[in-house]
């Protein structure tokens, strides 16, 4: 039986935010909503963001803008 191709949203995941302009910050997610489509993630410094999975490109971006960060979850296998 296969599995799902990526880590799927759950609170406490760890992910990565790629800002535009190519810096990263480590964060955690703190909340998971409308199954899994939007979350809420803890970036290292404490900031709280948003971020949607964008039907267009299945990835997670911020959820007030599409040009904006971009939210990457960790594996947890090792």
Same mark, same amino acid.
């Not at 939007?38 to 964008?54: I, Q, T, W, Y």
């Given at each position: 039986?296969?599995?799902p $191709?990526? &880590?799927? &949203?759950?609170v406490g995941?760890?992910a990565?935010?790629?800002?535009?302009?190519?810096?990263? +910050?480590?964060?955690?997610?703190?909340?998971?909503? +409308?199954h899994?489509? *939007?979350? +809420?993630?803890?970036?290292?410094?404490?900031?709280?963001?948003?971020?949607? *999975? $964008? &039907?267009?490109t /299945?990835?997670?971006?911020?959820?007030?803008?599409?040009?904006?960060?971009? *939210? +990457?979850?960790?594996?947890?296998? /090792?």
């Open positions: 039986m296969l599995g $191709s990526r &880590p799927m &949203p759950r995941a760890r990565r935010v790629a800002h535009f302009g190519g810096g990263f +910050e480590a964060a955690t997610v703190v909340a998971v909503h +409308e899994g489509h *939007l979350l +809420e993630v803890r970036c290292e410094g404490g900031e709280m963001l948003e971020f949607a *999975l $964008s &039907p267009a /299945a990835r997670f971006v911020t959820a007030d803008r599409s040009h904006g960060a971009r *939210l +990457e979850l960790m594996s947890d296998r /090792a």
